[in-house]
């Protein structure tokens, strides 16, 4: 019983839209042909505005083709420009290029100001020669001489260096120790 009415209104719906499509022409007029779009007719040109717009803005001389910045202040760069600082020639076996700054310096020139205990590992506070701060852990490079941080303690930093001898060409290990400063 329910697909004899669908199909019914099926039917119903398809003679209505067939009624309508055909009531809009009249006995003998037939519909226009659709216009096919032929780019050689020209396009209508737009109408004049109404007002004239005016505006108080004033351009250069050149017109806006003319506007360069090449003769202005570039508003991104910093007003003070650092100027790099270089360690003082010391006596290392790498060259500067590719290094960290903390390793520019000696490892003795560098001060301890405090020590970070932590539940995994401690961590130091060093400042180098030029007053510049680093947080440095256990593994990391220091100094100039191929020096690694092997511990860091509650009282002092241990950087182990490692030195090819120039006359026996052996490799030297030394151990030096940055310890912190008692308070007074």
């Known amino acids: 019983m329910t697909r004899r009415n669908s199909t019914g209104l099926f039917l119903i719906a398809a003679m209505a839209s067939l009624v309508l499509a055909c009531g809009g022409c009249k006995k003998g007029e037939e519909a226009p042909p659709p216009a096919p779009a032929d780019a050689s007719k020209p396009h209508p040109q737009a109408k004049p505005p109404v007002q004239a717009q005016t505006s108080s803005a004033q351009l250069p001389a050149g017109g806006l083709h003319s506007l360069g910045f090449s003769g202005r202040k570039d508003p991104f760069k910093p007003f003070l420009q650092a100027k790099a600082q270089r360690p003082a020639a010391t006596s290392g076996s790498i060259s500067s290029a590719g290094l960290l700054p903390i390793q520019g310096y000696n490892v003795g020139q560098f001060r301890v100001t405090g020590i970070i205990a932590g539940f995994k590992e401690n961590k130091a506070l060093i400042v180098d020669p030029a007053g510049k ?49 008692k308070k007074n």
Do not use: C, F
């Open 133 to 181: 701060g680093y947080v440095v852990k256990a593994g990391m490079k220091i100094g100039n001489s191929n020096g690694v941080i092997s511990k860091v303690t509650p009282s002092y930093l241990e950087v182990i260096e490692r030195s090819r001898d120039d006359v026996t060409g052996k490799m030297i290990r030394r151990t030096v120790k940055l310890t912190l400063p």
